[in-house]
């Protein structure tokens, strides 16, 4: 690696580039301050990997200064779709989107189209929804009356009569201006209209239509303001489906951002008059250290470019790296505005768990190591929690006491590690001192044999759940070395260890999932055992109850004939060769006597 000396480098706003010894562009980045920024990637040591190979290739840095970081943003920007350096965002979008078309004719077409072409026609989108798309080009045909044809109209050509009207005008969908059924003002002033609908300004529409109305009804033409009526019946139907907030929210733009490991989601949605007219969700492979800020910035600049945004307000979840000028920014606290922003980090929600059920279909491996690397942000961990151990008490008003612990190894149940604990030193009703044996017995037993201990013990309980189970860690030498957390049903509360503040965790967050699995299949598998051993007790106690017969004898007769119905239906003799002949008169008379007494 080549050593540079900074001091000659400017404080100014910039972007700066990275080359290797080849020459080849490795990475375009700005800057606030570029002697800072740049100084700063050789000065300090890099957690993340691909960053620290960067830095080891550079050997040579350029720089450009620019009169603001605004500028510069711009310039990083057209620098890395010019080079696509390696080390550089990755903007991830390979779908070619539709757009709504009015083509630039004397008598204008309108149409979707997915590619655009230079020749003076306007393009409104790119719709993400064609769904949405063609729900507005049904509301235009419904309200106006445009050309399907692809004939050259012109008013020369439509004076000359060289065109016949088709069958679109015998059925009312179009007024035939091919043969001067419509003027060009006519028909220029219903694109105007469409212009307006298309942009989302439905107010100022619905407005003109109602004036419209009102001249015709006032000059008693009746036919004509029923139809512009019809045109403002269909305009609100649309409008009322698209509307989600008050209508006073005008031409904004809302972003929300999620960022993962290697993959950040940006979601786009325009408001126009209180509805959603626009929108779309982006990814960006992250290749460096780059920030939410940063990503953000990135995101904001692309998403407004593509969609040609005249937006003057934008309502974010935090304020990103670089300030647009002559844009206001919203982070909202209440109100329609985080309604907006909420709406957006719902679309987004689902767009990622949809891409990661994808991802589990096609690469199970990467999507077990994504949800364990969030496991391990979420619940502050130092290493992967590859093997999960959870535990779990079940008894009635202290009878029969038993705790069932479950493994889960890369997020999966692990049904051979499981183990239940019958358990011995406690009496009555002691959730505390259940839990204290149960955590003692199973990690003693492990040190031992020396089997593999958990990355993570989770204990169903709250903090007196948890702090028997870290007493018996601390008896076993084992507090501090395995992380250990506590889950409490009601809120799903997360306590650890120290910390007299539970964490709580999205409801629908991978992490909270996978602990609430552990925990319901901690609760099954020990229920199941302990209604085992519940009733295996009641049935012993009803064999214990004949006088002369105890425990011994109990045992043995259950393990011979396995249920107190086929002692009751076994002979004499057959009793007798297994408990002896003395016992076996008695229990054979127990039986029979009670039914007999049944029987009267």
């Known amino acids: 690696m080549k050593t540079f000396d900074f001091i000659s480098f400017p404080t100014n706003p910039g972007v700066y580039q990275f080359f290797d010894k080849e020459g080849k562009i490795l990475y375009v980045g700005k800057a606030k301050n570029l002697k800072n920024r740049v100084s700063s990637y050789f000065r300090q040591q890099h957690d993340n990997r691909k960053t620290q190979v960067l830095v080891n290739k550079i050997a040579d840095i350029k720089y450009i200064i620019t009169e603001t970081e605004y500028d510069a943003l711009l310039l990083e920007n057209n620098l890395i779709k010019q080079y696509s350096p390696r080390y550089n965002i990755l903007l991830k979008d390979d779908k070619t989107y539709p757009w709504i078309c009015i083509k630039k004719e ?51 050509s439509i004076a000359q009569g060289k065109f016949k009207a088709c069958l679109e005008y015998h059925i009312g969908n179009c007024k035939a201006p091919c043969i001067g059924k419509q003027t060009q003002t006519e028909y220029i002033q219903m694109v105007q209209e469409i212009r307006q609908i298309i942009k989302g300004n439905y107010t100022d529409v619905a407005r003109e239509l109602k004036k419209l109305m009102l001249q015709y009804a006032a000059l008693y033409e009746f036919e004509k303001a029923q139809a512009v009526k019809e045109k403002m019946d269909a305009l609100e139907k649309y409008r009322s489906k698209s509307v989600i907030v008050g209508a006073d929210i005008h031409n904004v733009d809302v972003f929300s951002i999620e960022v993962e490991k290697e993959t950040a989601y940006l979601n786009y949605l325009r408001i126009s008059n209180g509805a959603v007219v626009q929108g779309h969700t982006m990814e960006m492979k992250r290749h460096l250290e780059e920030t939410t800020e940063e990503l953000l910035s990135i995101g904001i600049l692309e998403i407004r470019s593509r969609y040609q945004s005249e937006s003057t307000e934008i309502v974010v979840p935090m304020m990103p790296d670089v300030t647009f000028p002559d844009l206001k920014y919203t982070i909202p606290q209440r109100g329609d505005k985080k309604t907006i922003l909420e709406l957006s980090q719902r679309n987004l929600k689902y767009y990622i768990l949809e891409k990661h059920k994808q991802l589990a279909v096609k690469d199970p491996e990467k999507n077990t190591l994504r949800i364990l690397e969030g496991m391990q942000k979420d619940l502050r961990l130092k290493e992967l929690p590859r093997r999960i151990e959870c535990f779990d008490n079940s008894n009635f008003q202290g009878d029969y006491p038993v705790s069932a612990m479950v493994c889960f190894v890369d997020a999966k149940p692990s049904k051979k590690d499981y183990r239940h604990f019958n358990i011995k030193t406690v009496e009555g009703p002691d959730d505390f001192a259940t839990m204290r044996e149960s955590v003692f017995r199973c990690y003693s037993r492990r040190l031992e044999e020396g089997g593999e201990m958990p990355n993570l013990i989770v204990i169903d309980g709250g903090k007196g759940q948890l702090g028997a189970a870290l007493d018996a860690l601390e008896d076993l030498n084992l507090r501090g070395k395995i992380p250990i957390l506590g889950i409490a049903k009601r809120l799903e509360e997360l ?61 043995a007769l259950l393990s011979q004939f396995k249920s107190v119905k086929k002692i009751k239906e076994t002979s004499l003799t057959q009793l007798a060769e297994v408990i002896g002949p003395s016992k076996a008169k008695i229990v054979f008379e127990y039986f029979h006597k009670k039914e007999q007494n049944l029987g009267k």
């Open 495 to 555: 306590y650890f260890p120290g910390d007299p503040l539970p964490l709580y965790l999205d409801k629908k967050s991978e992490s909270l999932k996978v602990i609430q699995h552990l925990r319901n299949e901690a609760h099954r598998f020990g229920i199941t055992h302990y209604r085992k051993r519940h009733q295996k007790g009641l049935i012993k106690s009803e064999l214990e109850e004949i006088p002369g017969i105890g425990k011994t004898t109990s045992e």
């Open 106 to 156: 004397p008598f204008p077409r309108i149409f979707p189209t997915r590619h655009k072409i230079k020749d003076g026609s306007e393009y409104f989108g790119p719709y993400a929804s064609v769904k949405i798309m063609h729900t507005m080009l049904d509301l235009i045909r419904e309200m106006y009356h445009v050309r399907s044809c692809s004939l050259a109209l012109s008013e020369e």
